[in-house]
């Protein structure tokens, strides 16, 4: 059987990690092997980066932060285990470091060009939120007006990047179970593409 690499993206609050962790959790309830994964990791560069986050570090230093990390990741977790023949999920990816390290002011051609032989995922979910929504549901960042702004920023460019590579965009400002129930729909039509029997689905 062969793996595939899914990926989750969007701004904060969108619901990357429930719903990534949900995906996995129904791929194997119906016996497809798979696998929950998150950037920045749990790394040393990635603990390092989350430190930064909180005291605003320059954008360019953190653009390499981040693609080190996911060298490391690719090479020690998600290529392994795609090779195993597992889904891996992944939360957040380059087109994280695309929309946020540009909206702070890191060039894209230079994000771009450093990401470039990372793996192309197989399929890609966007999560789509208002940030005044989002904001609201992370309660310790409800006051910052500055953080909306950059949000809405972020926000754009993962929209113009849905459009430019064929991302699937998922409104999440609704119930979970109808989110959940439009990534089955996804994933399901994905599976049918990859020629997973239909009867197991
Ligand atoms: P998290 O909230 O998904 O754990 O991610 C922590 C923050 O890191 C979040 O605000 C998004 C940000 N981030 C980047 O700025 N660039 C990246 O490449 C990644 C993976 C995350």
Same mark, same amino acid.
Not at 16 to 44: C, M
Not at 54 to 65: E, R, V
Not at 67 to 83: C, L
Not at 146 to 151: A, S, V
């Given at each position: +059987?062969? =793996?595939?690499?899914?990926?989750? /993206? ?6 990357? %990690? ?6 996995? *959790?129904?791929?194997?309830?119906? =016996? ?7 950037? $920045?990791? !749990?790394?040393?560069? =990635?603990?390092?980066? @989350?430190?930064? &986050?909180?005291? #605003?570090?320059? $954008? ?6 981040? %693609?080190? *990390?996911?060298?490391?990741? +690719? /090479? ?15 939360? @957040? ?16 051609? &230079?994000? @771009? ?7 192309? $995922? *197989? ?25 909306? /702004?950059?949000? /809405?920023?972020?926000? @754009? ?6 459009? *430019? ?5 998922? $409104? %999440? ?13 996804? +994933? ?6 990859? #020629?997973?029997? !239909?009867?197991?689905?």
């Amino acid at each position: +059987m062969k =793996g595939h690499f899914i990926v989750f /993206e969007g701004i904060d609050g969108a619901g990357l %990690t429930t719903n990534s962790k949900f995906l996995v *959790d129904w791929l194997n309830s119906i =016996g497809i092997r798979a696998w929950y994964t998150k950037e $920045p990791t !749990q790394g040393t560069i =990635g603990l390092y980066i @989350r430190k930064l &986050l909180k005291s #605003g570090a320059d $954008p360019f230093l953190l653009t390499l932060l981040f %693609t080190a *990390d996911r060298k490391e990741h +690719m /090479e020690n977790e998600v290529i392994p285990k795609i090779r195993d023949g597992i889904f891996v999920v992944c939360d @957040r990816y380059l087109f994280s470091t695309i929309a946020y390290q540009s909206a702070h002011g890191a060039k894209e051609e &230079l994000i @771009r060009r450093l990401n470039k032989n990372f793996l192309k $995922p *197989d399929l890609v979910f966007l999560l789509d939120i208002d940030p005044s929504i989002s904001l609201n549901r992370k309660q310790a960042e409800k006051e910052s007006y500055e953080r909306k /702004e950059f949000l /809405e920023k972020v926000r @754009r460019k993962f929209l113009e990047l849905a459009s *430019d590579e064929g991302f699937i965009v998922i $409104p %999440t400002d609704r119930p979970l179970n109808e989110i959940q129930e439009d990534i089955k729909k996804v +994933m399901k039509y994905f599976l049918e593409e990859v #020629g997973y029997a !239909q009867e197991k689905v």
